[in-house]
């Protein structure tokens, strides 16, 4: 069974904390995807990465920063955390380029940052 | 800018009744679109897609139908039961030289009424 797993499913935080938020996928995806989720606004895209090493902005990527080292892992690091970035995190994944797949997704990281 | 947009943020069936969930995009560049289910504290998951050389795709008691005239993509549930209260979201796909780019649309809450 294909899986997304993201580190954590609830984090409070304080602001001006670094938040890091995991996302590791064991299906071998070349594309993975960090999302915020808030009530009215829909999934945003934060960043997205095509390729290990590899990262580009998505639509509201202020006040964020990813990494990907590894193919299976993207990590998503709020530098110093603030109220207006409590939401849900998603982290998704897909595979290849253009290949008309589904992106699967993650259960979810609900941050609360006080 | 381009976005995925819903007529109908709410929707209120019958259980037994069929259900029809309309989104709107206006990329005419998307060439594959998709349907996800979000049930309360889950990630998204996939219902079923479509691509843009297609305009109806059935699957278990769902059928996804495409009008690219119009720009208007809908789900049909048959038989909605109470396992199918959640939000819907509609995606579609814009091709990029490297990596997949996912446009959601707002989503829309259906509840299935005893």
């Known amino acids: 069974d294909v899986k997304v797993t993201q580190s954590s499913r609830y984090l409070v935080k304080r602001t001006g904390e670094k938040v890091f938020l995991e996302c590791v996928q064991d299906m071998d995806h070349e594309n993975m995807f960090w999302y915020r989720q808030d009530p009215g606004l829909g999934l945003r895209l934060i960043y997205f990465s095509y390729d290990v090493k590899m990262k580009e902005k998505g639509d509201i990527p202020e006040g964020y920063s990813v990494s990907r080292e590894k193919k299976e892992r993207f990590s998503l690091i709020l530098e110093s955390a603030s109220t207006n970035q409590t939401s849900m995190y998603l982290c998704?994944?897909?595979?290849?380029?253009?290949?008309?797949?589904?992106?699967?997704f993650g259960q979810g990281t609900r941050l609360t940052v006080v | 800018g381009e976005s995925v947009g819903l007529h109908l943020p709410t929707l209120s069936v019958q259980e037994g009744d069929n259900s029809i969930i309309n989104c709107a995009y206006s990329n005419s560049a998307s060439d594959y679109f998709i349907w996800y289910k979000q049930e309360s504290g889950k990630g998204p998951q996939f219902i079923i897609d479509?691509?843009?050389?297609?305009d109806k795709r059935q699957g278990q008691r769902v059928t996804v139908l495409l009008n690219k005239t119009v720009k208007h993509l809908s789900l049909q549930i048959a038989a909605t039961q109470p396992g199918d209260s959640a939000v819907y979201f509609c995606?579609?796909?814009?091709?990029?030289?490297?990596?997949?780019?996912?446009?959601f649309g707002p989503g829309t809450r259906l509840s299935v009424l005893p």
């Open positions: 995606a579609e796909n814009i091709p990029l030289s490297e990596g997949q780019n996912f446009v």
């Open positions: 998704a994944s897909s595979r290849g380029q253009n290949m008309n797949t589904e992106a699967f």
């Open positions: 479509i691509r843009s050389n297609m």
